[in-house]
């Protein structure tokens, strides 16, 4: 089973880790300044070096856990998408917290990771799992209790029952028998995306050419910590690509098979 990567930042790991490592060497280095101050803490220089001391962590660790939970809210995304075939928008909306231009975003991002991809179906206003193939419809036929014409209706899994009315009359059809139809699809529908075995989520670390080199990061963290997660960026950037031509050499393979 192919699996896509839940970690799709990559700089949220390194920066949480260095964050941690950091709280530790800021508290011995707190102890040192505060035994060497000879009990003058609030003296300038002892009150610059620990305030130094303090912003290299909590500012690593705001960084990287901000990272994270975007993260997770595009993870999610792809969970809530996968386990239902299909979504509209306005509910993933609702349910995840980004606008439409966030979600896009998101969406861009996940099928960088995900050979099934998911796809935005613009008549629909959508999202759908490729992995479903084309969306099934079926038609269903009824007389209109109002004015007794014979209605055919196309019927899909994001048919709104109590909103489909006779187009002669418009009087509300009956959505017991819809909802019914309704129900047949979701079956089907959810018994091809277990058949296809929809990809399983990892967070295992990406494969990178050179391994992320943590005495430079450490080293530049902690005298010149703007440089450090300038490096940790630059590095997460080239991890990603490669990565992404990874999963695109993936993709080509699974298409020829």
């Not at 102890?31 to 060497?36: E, G, L, P, R, T």
């Not at 990272?67 to 609702?94: A, C, M, S």
């Not at 209790?145 to 048919?159: F, Q």
Request: aromatic share 8%.
């Amino acid at each position: 089973m192919s699996s896509i990567n839940t970690n799709l930042y990559f700089i949220d790991e390194l920066l949480i880790k260095a964050g941690r490592l950091f709280v530790f060497v800021a508290i011995f280095a707190g102890i040192a300044i505060v035994q060497k101050s000879n009990g003058d803490v609030f003296s300038i220089r002892s009150v610059v070096l620990l305030t130094a001391i303090a912003i290299v962590p909590l500012v690593t660790l705001a960084l990287g856990y901000a990272v994270r939970r975007r993260e997770k809210r595009i993870v999610n995304i792809h969970r809530l998408v996968k386990q239902r075939g299909e979504l509209p928008v306005p509910d993933l909306v609702r349910m995840t917290g980004f606008d439409r231009r966030q979600l896009r975003s998101a969406v861009a991002l996940l099928n960088k990771k995900s050979v099934a991809g998911l796809i935005w179906d613009e008549t629909t206003d959508s999202l759908r799992s490729f992995s479903l193939g084309p969306r099934k419809t079926l038609t269903h036929s009824q007389r209109c209790g109002s004015c007794g014409a014979s209605v055919n209706v196309e019927v899909s899994t994001l048919s709104r029952a109590p909103e489909l009315a006779c187009p002669y009359c418009s009087g509300a059809l009956d959505s017991r028998a819809i909802s019914k139809l309704q129900n047949e699809l979701h079956l089907q529908e959810g018994y091809q995306l277990h058949r296809k075995a929809p990809q399983a989520f990892s967070s295992r670390p990406a494969p990178h050419g050179k391994p992320f080199n943590w005495v430079l990061f450490l080293l530049l963290m902690m005298f010149a910590w703007p440089l450090g997660i300038i490096y940790a960026i630059r590095y997460a950037k080239s991890a990603r690509h490669l990565e992404d031509l990874l999963q695109r050499d993936r993709f080509d393979s699974h298409r020829r098979f």
